[in-house]
Structures are given as C-alpha cells and as structure tokens.
DNA sequence: ACCTGTCAAGTCTGG
DNA sequence: CCAGACTTGACAGGT
C-alpha cells in the first residue's frame, strides 16, 4: 500500500513568493482606468510567476500533488470588474500546464467558503455559479484534465435534510462541466462524514475525508466503519482516494490547525486505514506551517520508523 | 522594520 | 434585525 503526502498552496520555503497577490476591490475603484488594467495584469503576472515557481520546487522535492490557490487571478469574478484576463496570460497558462503535466502533478482547488451550494439565497447560488466556472476556466486554460474543485456541503438553513436535498437539487442544476469536477469534504460543524458519504454516493462522485473535521464533529460515527465506503467513491476514478490530515492546535477538536503535524496521530490513522481498506492513497497535509510541516512530518516518520518506509521523497509504503 | 485594521463574497448565534 | 464570531493571507497606512 501506498501513501503519497502533499501540502497546500503556499512554500514558506520560497519566503515572499506568493500566487496569492490580490488587488482589493476598494484600491481597484481609487485607481484610473488605464491603472486598473495594469494592475490587474501586473499582479496576475506576478501570481502565475510565483505559481510556476512553486510548482518547479514541488517537482525537485518529489512533491506529487498540491492544491492551487484560490487567488490566482484578482478580481476574476467580481460581478462590476469581470475583466478578460484569458486574453492576456493563454500563454502563461500553457506554459504553467506543460510543467502541471510533465511531472505527472495532482492538481486541485479549495473555492473559498463563500460559495455555497446549497444556500437558500439564490443571489449566493448564483454568485458560486460563476465562481466554479472559473474555477474550471483556469483547469482548462492549464489544460489539467483531472483538477478537481474540493467542496462542502454547505449550510444547514432549514434543517439537515432539507438542506442536503437542496444541495443535491442544486448540483444538478449546475453545467456537467462543474459536475464531473467537484468532490466532497465533511465539514467540522455540520455535515458528518456518514452525511456526505451519503450524499456522494447518491450523486455519484468522490468524498475526502478530513479526519480532523471529523474529530470536530462525527456524531460519534466510526471511521473505520465509513472508510471502505468512502475509498469506493473513488473507484471510477483515475486519481487515488484523497485524504486531509491535520492536527488541531490548542487542545484535542480545536478546529483551528496546528503548525505542525502529530507524526503519532498521523501513524495511528494510517494504521487504522491500512487495517480496514488496501489501497493506494493520497494525505494532503494542512498545517500552518505549510510545505515546512510536511518535511517535518518525513522527518519525523522515518525517525519513528513502524515499518513505514520510503520509497521517494514523499511517498511511503507499508 | 514592525504593527494594525481592512478586505467582494456566507452562515450562525445571541442580544 | 443587527453586530460579532469564525478565520486567512495580503496589503496599505501608520508609527
């Protein structure tokens, strides 16, 4: 069996380079028009510059997935800025998916919690709608066929039932396009990792499971019940299960996440995986810390050793 | 150089 | 019905 470990978003390794730059909306409107554009363009630049060179430090650490962030380009969606930056950067983009497929990289994105699916507002449905589209706008000017848009449910207005089928009523509704990208998450407050299997079996398309979310709120559901479900999602898939792990800060189901990851928490889930499910998977590591957690958890497994054993820089077997 | 408040976007709770 | 919490990184503006 195995195991493949990777980080989110951002290298503190790399020091200031960031694919996150922003330009606010409220700078935006104090500049001229010929301003705005060049600072768009100017950050969008530096955003895809920061992005291929996180992506080349990814490759020489034998890092072989990563979650792309989710403020690429500034302003992309904003309803009064929409401006059209496919036209500037096409190239840019090709450039960034050649690395993207050359060395074989997972690639996925986490939209940002404002979007919600099963909102009962139809302006927030709306506004998600135009988000996730160019969530897959930028998947296929990378050309990055398997990118995956990595969701939650979202609220609970109206109850848990009701909630799910507006859900499930509104991802219906959305274009096939959005459809075959999103995978689930259980959440830490309100949808339980039995909730989204559920939901994810009905639509047909895989879950992550967060097992802090799921320290967070489980409903005392047992994971070792749910994990050979949950891996199963993934069977029509060309990408392994995926899993998040991260260690709670200040006390045990703090929701809030760790600098660092526990190597002894983290070996005992995997042992807990191994005796359940045997299959190949995917951990990506959510630590404040970053790309520095996950060498640090490397470090420490193979210090602890218990018959985990490394077969490149970040993927062990046992 | 360092610190602090603000930023497009949602949801939930509690007053 | 409204204010504040939740929570994250970037950045501008102040010291």
Known sequence: MKVRLGYVAIALNLGKVTSSSTVTYS????MNDNERLEKLKEVTYSNLQALEEILKYNINHNI???????HLIPLATHPEVMWNYKQY?????????KIIKSSNMRFDCHPDQFNVINSTKESVVKSTLINLNTAVDIFELLDCKDGKMVMHIGG???GKEESIKRFIDNFRSFPLRIQERLILE????IFTAKDVLRICNEIKIPMVLDIHHHHCKSDNENIGDLI?????????EKLPPKVHFSTPKEFENDRKHADYINPNDFIKFIGLVKSKVDKDFDVMIEAKKKDQALFKLIEDLKMINKGIKFIDDTTFEL
Do not use: A
Not at 89 to 97: A, Q
Not at 186 to 189: E, I, T
């Open 228 to 236: 050979v479900d949950i891996f199963n999602t993934w069977d029509s």
């Open 156 to 158: 609970s207005q109206g």
């Open 27 to 30: 700078r935006y409107l104090k």
């Open 89 to 97: 950067f096409k190239k840019d983009f090709e450039h960034i998916g």
């Open 64 to 70: 072989h997935f990563y979650r792309l962030t989710s």
């Open 186 to 189: 259980n959440d830490d407050k």
